[in-house]
Protein backbone atom coordinates (compact mmCIF):
# COMPACT_ATOMS: atom_id res chain seq x y z
CA UNK A 1 0.00 0.00 0.00
CA UNK A 2 1.30 3.55 -0.76
CA UNK A 3 0.64 6.69 0.80
CA UNK A 4 0.55 9.90 -0.44
CA UNK A 5 0.64 12.86 1.27
CA UNK A 6 0.02 16.39 -0.48
CA UNK A 7 1.38 19.69 0.37
CA UNK A 8 -1.75 20.83 1.64
CA UNK A 9 -2.55 17.34 3.71
CA UNK A 10 1.27 18.14 5.29
CA UNK A 11 1.08 21.75 5.99
CA UNK A 12 -2.51 20.73 7.98
CA UNK A 13 -0.95 17.81 9.45
CA UNK A 14 1.67 19.98 10.84
CA UNK A 15 -0.82 23.22 11.59
CA UNK A 16 -3.08 20.65 13.75
CA UNK A 17 0.11 20.08 15.67
CA UNK A 18 0.51 23.44 16.66
CA UNK A 19 -2.86 23.97 17.67
CA UNK A 20 -3.25 23.17 21.32
CA UNK A 21 0.38 23.85 22.38
CA UNK A 22 0.88 26.50 24.76
CA UNK A 23 4.58 28.15 25.61
CA UNK A 24 5.16 28.97 29.31
CA UNK A 25 7.44 30.72 30.84
CA UNK A 26 8.78 31.30 34.85
CA UNK A 27 10.38 34.77 34.46
CA UNK A 28 8.58 35.81 30.73
CA UNK A 29 9.11 35.68 27.27
CA UNK A 30 10.09 39.30 26.67
CA UNK A 31 7.57 42.64 26.69
CA UNK A 32 4.40 42.66 25.18
CA UNK A 33 4.60 44.53 22.17
CA UNK A 34 2.17 47.86 22.54
CA UNK A 35 -0.68 48.68 20.51
CA UNK A 36 -3.67 50.51 19.38
CA UNK A 37 -6.87 49.49 18.14
CA UNK A 38 -10.49 50.56 17.56
CA UNK A 39 -13.46 48.78 19.02
CA UNK A 40 -16.66 48.08 17.91
CA UNK A 41 -17.45 52.16 18.93
CA UNK A 42 -14.03 53.69 16.76
CA UNK A 43 -12.60 54.32 19.88
CA UNK A 44 -9.15 53.66 20.53
CA UNK A 45 -8.27 50.98 22.91
CA UNK A 46 -4.05 50.56 24.08
CA UNK A 47 -2.33 47.97 25.95
CA UNK A 48 -0.70 50.69 27.79
CA UNK A 49 -4.20 51.88 29.11
CA UNK A 50 -3.94 48.94 31.01
CA UNK A 51 -0.34 48.92 32.44
CA UNK A 52 -0.40 47.65 36.52
CA UNK A 53 -3.01 44.93 35.64
CA UNK A 54 -2.68 41.29 34.14
CA UNK A 55 -4.07 41.18 30.24
CA UNK A 56 -4.96 38.25 28.31
CA UNK A 57 -5.20 38.93 24.58
CA UNK A 58 -6.83 36.59 22.55
CA UNK A 59 -6.67 37.05 18.83
CA UNK A 60 -9.40 35.44 17.12
CA UNK A 61 -12.10 34.98 14.20
CA UNK A 62 -15.56 34.25 13.59
CA UNK A 63 -14.71 31.63 11.36
CA UNK A 64 -12.76 29.51 13.44
CA UNK A 65 -14.75 27.58 15.39
CA UNK A 66 -12.78 26.36 18.70
CA UNK A 67 -13.01 30.57 18.77
CA UNK A 68 -16.51 30.71 19.21
CA UNK A 69 -16.52 27.80 21.31
CA UNK A 70 -13.99 29.57 24.40
CA UNK A 71 -15.55 33.19 23.81
CA UNK A 72 -18.79 32.25 26.32
CA UNK A 73 -15.95 30.97 29.00
CA UNK A 74 -13.26 33.67 27.93
CA UNK A 75 -16.63 36.74 29.02
CA UNK A 76 -16.67 33.93 32.20
CA UNK A 77 -13.32 34.38 33.19
CA UNK A 78 -13.32 38.26 32.36
CA UNK A 79 -15.92 38.92 34.56
CA UNK A 80 -14.74 36.96 37.45
CA UNK A 81 -11.05 38.20 37.29
CA UNK A 82 -11.54 41.98 36.30
CA UNK A 83 -12.13 43.34 40.59
CA UNK A 84 -8.76 41.56 41.30
CA UNK A 85 -6.53 43.46 38.11
CA UNK A 86 -7.49 41.89 35.35
CA UNK A 87 -8.39 42.33 31.32
CA UNK A 88 -9.55 40.63 28.72
CA UNK A 89 -8.69 42.17 25.59
CA UNK A 90 -10.48 40.35 22.09
CA UNK A 91 -8.50 41.08 18.81
CA UNK A 92 -10.53 40.22 16.09
CA UNK A 93 -8.19 39.43 12.94
CA UNK A 94 -10.93 39.71 10.27
CA UNK A 95 -10.45 42.40 7.22
CA UNK A 96 -14.18 42.81 7.47
CA UNK A 97 -15.46 43.08 10.83
CA UNK A 98 -19.43 42.36 10.11
CA UNK A 99 -18.90 38.64 10.31
CA UNK A 100 -17.64 38.83 14.14
CA UNK A 101 -19.91 41.51 14.95
CA UNK A 102 -22.92 39.10 14.26
CA UNK A 103 -21.24 36.69 15.92
CA UNK A 104 -21.41 39.08 19.01
CA UNK A 105 -24.50 40.28 18.51
CA UNK A 106 -25.72 36.63 19.46
CA UNK A 107 -23.02 35.84 21.70
CA UNK A 108 -22.71 39.28 23.45
CA UNK A 109 -18.60 39.74 25.91
CA UNK A 110 -18.41 41.96 28.55
CA UNK A 111 -14.89 42.53 27.55
CA UNK A 112 -13.75 45.29 24.81
CA UNK A 113 -13.45 43.66 21.38
CA UNK A 114 -10.69 45.43 19.06
CA UNK A 115 -10.39 45.01 15.52
CA UNK A 116 -6.88 44.18 13.87
CA UNK A 117 -8.49 43.91 10.12
CA UNK A 118 -4.69 44.56 8.61
CA UNK A 119 -3.38 42.02 10.81
CA UNK A 120 -0.70 44.74 12.24
CA UNK A 121 -1.08 43.25 15.87
CA UNK A 122 -1.32 39.65 15.08
CA UNK A 123 1.58 39.68 12.70
CA UNK A 124 3.51 41.96 15.81
CA UNK A 125 2.44 39.10 18.16
CA UNK A 126 3.41 36.32 15.58
CA UNK A 127 0.43 34.63 15.97
CA UNK A 128 0.46 31.41 14.24
CA UNK A 129 -3.00 29.90 14.86
CA UNK A 130 -6.67 30.65 15.51
CA UNK A 131 -7.03 31.39 18.68
CA UNK A 132 -4.20 32.57 19.96
CA UNK A 133 -3.85 33.66 23.26
CA UNK A 134 -0.94 35.92 25.18
CA UNK A 135 -0.96 36.02 29.12
CA UNK A 136 0.71 39.37 30.17
CA UNK A 137 1.99 40.65 33.97
CA UNK A 138 1.64 43.15 35.71
CA UNK A 139 4.72 44.12 34.81
CA UNK A 140 3.86 44.06 30.49
CA UNK A 141 6.18 40.62 30.27
CA UNK A 142 4.28 38.27 28.22
CA UNK A 143 4.35 35.08 30.51
CA UNK A 144 2.11 32.60 28.53
CA UNK A 145 1.18 32.01 25.15
CA UNK A 146 -1.57 29.55 23.73
CA UNK A 147 -1.90 28.15 20.39
CA UNK A 148 -5.30 27.14 19.63
CA UNK A 149 -8.07 25.85 22.22
CA UNK A 150 -9.67 22.52 22.71
CA UNK A 151 -11.83 21.95 25.57
CA UNK A 152 -10.47 22.36 29.12
CA UNK A 153 -8.26 24.74 28.16
CA UNK A 154 -9.53 27.50 30.09
CA UNK A 155 -8.46 25.47 33.15
CA UNK A 156 -4.96 26.68 32.39
CA UNK A 157 -5.97 30.05 31.76
CA UNK A 158 -7.41 30.45 35.70
CA UNK A 159 -4.71 28.90 36.97
CA UNK A 160 -2.20 31.33 35.18
CA UNK A 161 -4.61 34.11 35.53
CA UNK A 162 -4.74 33.36 39.56
CA UNK A 163 -1.28 32.84 39.67
CA UNK A 164 -0.41 36.52 38.20
CA UNK A 165 -2.54 38.50 40.38
CA UNK A 166 -1.29 37.00 42.98
CA UNK A 167 2.63 38.30 42.32
Not at 27 to 56: H, I, R, Y
Not at 140 to 150: A, K, L, T
Request: net charge negative.
Amino acid sequence: MTVVIRKNSLLLILLSLLVTTAVTAGQGLGAAPDFSLPDASGETVALADFKGQVVLINFWASWCGPCREEMPLLDELSSRYAPLGFTLLGVNVEEDSSAANGFLSGTPVSFPVLYDRENTVSNLYDVIAMPSTVIVDRSGQIRYIHHGYEAGNEHDYQDQIRALIRE
